[in-house]
């Protein structure tokens, strides 16, 4: 046999990338009780159902350049967002604070929340960690004592009817903001190893929950009465300002030539240009406003 069509041995295996190391788990135990409240699933403000944000809306396609982060970077911010997570909630710093703000602002349970609530959040939760799949979270009718975010891996609720109810990173479940003593429904299992959790304790949880009121203002049609926009009181620095965070489509381009308080909304603009397509199928009739707007004189120069 010829060197041509002699058999070729078989490439090389690229070597596995490396795993993230499993957090501590002496950081925090997991609370008992930890049942299924479908956080994940629905929002708060059903009423206005069919309306859309722009804050915090990410776009569906990658960046041009393709600048997605490596493994290695990815291992990085894991690493760090652990570290500020292991600290206890009052050794954290300002900088700890951003760090945890960027990561979760970003997941479902907390996508559609304020950010001044966002931040009492983080400056409270804690992390849990349990390495072992098929480990029992909590038994059926067990004390609840906490709210949770899974922040890594997946758990499933079996449900004395038989049902089934998974959670994956990003969902929530535990305790409902109210002071009432609540119980879980259903037993809660790991599915895969090192499942990590942030928890904010019950009491803190619906102390946090009760002042949402205080920072989101609500803006009704005088007709119907329907929710068409809601805006947040927010602070940067010593400006106090408005932030619309959701709203119908046409609420949302009418805030283009809005007065908006640039110091506190800066990229309102760039943010709207950047998600329309999420919740406007037809760009055209952005362009028809744009173009009426821009035929009025005192609207030109926004």
């Known amino acids: 046999m010829d060197a041509?069509?002699?058999a070729m041995p078989p490439p090389p295996v690229p070597p596995r990338p490396p795993r993230l190391p499993p957090a501590r788990t002496a950081t925090a135990p997991v609370p008992r009780g930890l049942p299924s409240t479908a956080s994940s699933t629905t929002t708060e403000g059903d009423d206005a159902s069919g309306s859309a944000g722009v804050d915090g809306v990410e776009s569906e396609e990658e960046d041009d350049d393709g600048s997605c982060p490596s493994h290695e970077s990815f291992v990085d911010l894991k690493d760090s967002v652990r570290e500020c997570l292991e600290k206890e909630p009052s050794e954290r710093n300002a900088e700890d604070l951003a760090v945890l703000l960027d990561f979760m602002q970003h997941m479902s349970s907390f996508a559609s929340l304020p950010m001044s609530i966002k931040r009492q959040l983080?400056?409270?939760?804690v992390f849990a960690v349990v390495n072992d799949a098929g480990t029992v979270v909590m038994h059926h009718n067990e004390k609840l004592d906490a709210w949770s975010v899974i922040v890594n891996g997946l758990v499933e609720v079996v449900k004395p009817n038989g049902e089934r109810v998974e959670y994956k990173l990003g969902d929530s479940f535990?305790?409902?903001p109210n002071p009432a003593v609540q119980y879980h429904v259903g037993e809660m299992r790991t599915i895969v190893d090192d499942c990590e959790f942030v928890l904010v304790e019950h009491k803190?949880?619906?102390s946090i929950m009760s002042t949402i009121g205080e920072h989101i203002e609500k803006d009704r049609d005088g007709l119907t009465g329907e929710i068409v926009s809601e805006t947040e009181r927010r602070t940067?620095?010593?400006q106090v300002g408005l932030v619309l965070i959701k709203g119908k489509p046409d609420k949302l381009i009418q805030h283009l030539v809005d007065d908006r308080d640039s110091n506190v909304d800066p990229h309102y603009v760039d943010d709207f240009l950047l998600t329309y397509r999420v919740f406007i199928h037809n760009p055209t009739i952005i362009f028809e406003k744009l173009m009426m707007w821009f035929?009025?004189?005192a609207l030109r120069d926004k």
């Not at 983080?122 to 939760?125: A, P, Q």
């Open 4 to 6: 041509d069509t002699r």
């Open 236 to 238: 940067v620095g010593s």
């Open 122 to 125: 983080c400056l409270k939760m």
């Open 204 to 206: 803190d949880f619906c």
């Open 295 to 297: 035929a009025d004189g």
């Open 174 to 176: 535990g305790a409902e």
